[in-house]
């Protein structure tokens, strides 16, 4: 029986295959919090109903032990929803060393340091289980809509996004590659064989921001379709969002409880969303108390005093385009701003995605590679797709450990991925 089907066994005898990661023992009955990756769940051993070579193995057992148990599947007496065994045998897998993380409170380097175990902690758990929720349902929304998965390369000669942020590697010797940043430029040229697609994969940026919300290496999805312009681009990203939301909500309710997260905020996510343009959401953060120059990208302060004011997600849009990408459509109505939006999520939160229209016209494009000092070159082939049969395209990217922190309600991404890369942490 796997843990989260107690509720249909009450009565039955069943065995459940996992690992103890909690006890305690009156003298005369143990307590057993045992784990199966399913759940959670309380045995019972009481020494008096249980043959005495039972007992004799219940008390062998130490935190982190992995064991077969079986017994009969109760219901609490006084919590509904909570099921129990009642322990008739014990077979034990293997008996764990002292486990390092106990009961009391460990600071979070302790904590990264020992993230191989410390990814079975019950809030650790919830964390993953939302986060593999999130991706399942960014699958479905995608497919639903139309769109399909078309792999970037991580290995790339150029860059996506901002090249002082390029982990560059050594290339037989005789020339650089770059991890990729995005697989947006690639996924690009896909969009004129399939129309609509998406990449799902791992991302690196060697940026020095210590904050709690880089990673050096974190999962992005870029999604591209032909044919759809700024207004609609942001249509598909609340479309995704809230479905994941939504998803989230029908799936881990058991997760979120275990976060203490406080499901009302995310009930509320439903479109549309807020839209602010650029130029207002620096009127707006001034007369919060903000210092924002009316041409910056807003800090990572300004995007939580921001989004403190909001109960849904915002797109803010029509950023300066000299802090923004290369490829980005500028506005027609204000050259100096770009046709794309960044997506913040509420309660502080922030950016979780970064999207546009893109420049769709050979020349421009031409001259913008000049205008950012980027090489010609290795853009040839980007370029191509402005030469045969260049449509209007947009598309967008999310951060996967971004927006898994929100909807858990995780103060800093590095929680929010099993083995979080960052610039002072390469271990485990
Ligand atoms: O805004 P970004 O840099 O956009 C791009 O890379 C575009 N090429 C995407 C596209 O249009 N296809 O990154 C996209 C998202 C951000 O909104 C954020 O959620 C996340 O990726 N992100 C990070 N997450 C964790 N650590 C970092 N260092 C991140 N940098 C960006
Ligand atoms: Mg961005």
């Known amino acids: 029986m796997l ?38 769940m309380q045995v019972i051993v009481a020494k008096n109903s249980v043959p005495s070579e039972v007992w004799q193995e219940a008390e062998r057992i130490t935190i982190e032990t992995s064991v077969h148990i079986t017994g009969k599947v109760t219901a609490h007496p006084k919590q509904a929803g909570v099921y129990e065994l ?36 019950p809030s650790q758990w919830a964390i993953m289980r939302v986060r593999n929720t999130i991706i399942n349902a960014t699958y479905v929304y995608l497919n639903n809509h139309n769109f399909i998965k078309i792999d970037a390369p991580i290995l790339t000669p150029t860059s996506c996004e901002d090249t002082t942020e390029l982990f560059e590697i050594d290339y037989f010797g005789d020339r650089k590659a770059y991890l990729t940043q995005s697989g947006q430029l690639y996924i690009e040229a896909a969009i004129f064989a399939h129309g609509r697609v998406f990449d799902f994969g791992p991302v690196f940026r060697a940026e020095k921001s210590k904050t709690r919300r880089h990673l050096t290496e974190f999962w992005m999805m870029d999604a591209e379709a032909a044919f759809v312009k700024h207004e609609g681009n942001m249509q598909i990203q609340e479309g995704l969002i809230e479905f994941i939301v939504q998803e989230v909500l029908a799936h881990n309710r058991y ?141 967008f990217g999310y951060g996967l450990e971004r927006i898994t922190g929100w909807i858990c309600g995780t103060h800093h991404v590095r929680e929010t991925i099993p083995f979080p890369r960052m610039i002072n942490r390469l271990e485990p």
């Open 255 to 395: 997760e979120l409880e275990i976060l203490e997260r406080d499901v009302k905020p995310l009930e509320k996510i439903k479109a549309p969303f807020y839209h602010l343009t650029h130029e207002s959401a620096v009127k707006k953060l001034r007369a919060l108390g903000s210092d924002i120059k009316p041409d910056a990208d807003l800090g990572g302060d300004d995007e939580t005093m921001l989004t403190k004011e909001f109960d849904k997600p915002l797109f803010v849009e029509k950023y300066p385009a000299a802090v923004k990408a290369f490829y980005m459509k500028r506005d027609p109505a204000d050259s100096t701003r770009v046709l794309g939006s960044d997506l913040l999520a509420p309660e502080g939160y922030g950016e979780i995605i970064g999207g546009s229209e893109r420049e769709d016209d050979y020349e421009t494009l031409l001259k913008r590679l000049e205008e950012y000092h980027l090489p010609r070159a290795p853009f040839e082939w980007y370029l191509d797709l402005r030469r045969y049969g260049s449509v209007p395209h947009s598309g």
């Open 86 to 121: 009642q322990v008739a045998e014990i077979k034990i897998v293997s008996v764990a060393a002292e486990f390092p993380i106990g009961k009391k409170e460990h600071g979070p380097d302790f904590l990264l340091d020992m993230r191989h175990l410390w990814l079975r902690a």
């Open 3 to 40: 843990i989260k089907e107690a509720k249909n066994n009450i009565g039955t005898q069943a065995t459940v295959s996992g690992w103890v990661y909690n006890l305690r023992s009156s003298g005369s009955i143990m307590f057993l919090q045992l784990r199966d990756g399913s759940g959670f």
